[in-house]
């Protein structure tokens, strides 16, 4: 049995880790997960259980391949909880397939770094167990290797989660900011025409009124003081 631990701190708050933790498969990082299904998910005094099947590529050796045999995908059963009150996220993830050879039972623990709270610490641990084929050791350091590195591409797709979220919300306050600076444009040009057809309409008027005056002051009958005397 060989027990593989490790700790990381993200420079993000513990809310932000937790969603992106949660949503980091697939990708581009870690290709050989293929994807998860979720086979349950509950809500029990305020803490949210999870539990999620893994699908993934992991490729062994020709020759461990001939001890334990050969599986084009591997499952593995993920269950998590996650306590918005408390701030922790517990997620521990165990091997379906090559089961009867192969024992990888997987833990991560997010909660707020105890020093800032701005930050979450990942703490992480792995146990490895082999058994009923030979070169167990062997196999035992070959998977621990591989978990470790799993591992680092797993807190990059954090990472990666977190940034395209960022991204996007960017890319929405942009679409949101020059909406309304569309809209204030469009407000004010119509504003301008509005203000220059009232004030057409305006001048229109006063010119009509003042042609109709000089229509009236021609047609108007003159006076008797103003007609000539025979």
């Not at 998910?41 to 490729?59: A, P, Y």
């Not at 890319?171 to 025409?193: G, H």
């Amino acid at each position: 049995m060989k027990i593989w631990t490790y700790e990381h701190v993200f420079n993000h708050p513990w809310e932000t880790v937790a969603q992106a933790a949660l949503r980091k498969y697939p990708n581009p990082m870690n290709t050989a997960v293929l994807g998860t299904d979720v086979i349950d998910r509950k809500v029990v005094d305020g803490v949210l259980h999870t539990h999620r099947l893994v699908v993934s590529e992991f490729k062994f050796p020709n020759w461990a391949q001939a001890l334990i045999g050969h599986a084009k995908e591997c499952y593995a059963s993920e269950r998590s909880e996650v306590n918005p009150a408390s701030k922790e996220m517990v997620l521990k993830t165990r091997n379906l397939t090559f089961c009867n050879y192969i024992a990888v039972d997987e833990t991560l623990k997010y909660v707020p770094h105890p020093e800032d709270k701005t930050k979450t610490l990942l703490k992480q641990e792995a146990i490895v167990t082999v058994q009923g084929v030979p070169l167990t050791s062997y196999m035992e350091e070959l998977l621990t290797k591989k978990i470790s590195f799993n591992a680092g591409m797993g807190r990059q797709a954090v990472e990666w989660v977190i940034k395209l979220d960022t991204e996007v919300k960017g890319l929405a306050n942009s679409a949101v900011k020059s909406t309304d600076e569309l809209l204030t444009q469009t407000r004010r040009q119509f504003d301008d025409i509005s203000t220059k057809t009232r004030k057409s309409m305006d001048d229109l008027q006063q010119a009509a009124k003042i042609s109709l005056d000089e229509i009236q002051t021609f047609t108007a009958p003159s006076s008797p003081q103003s007609m000539p005397k025979l």
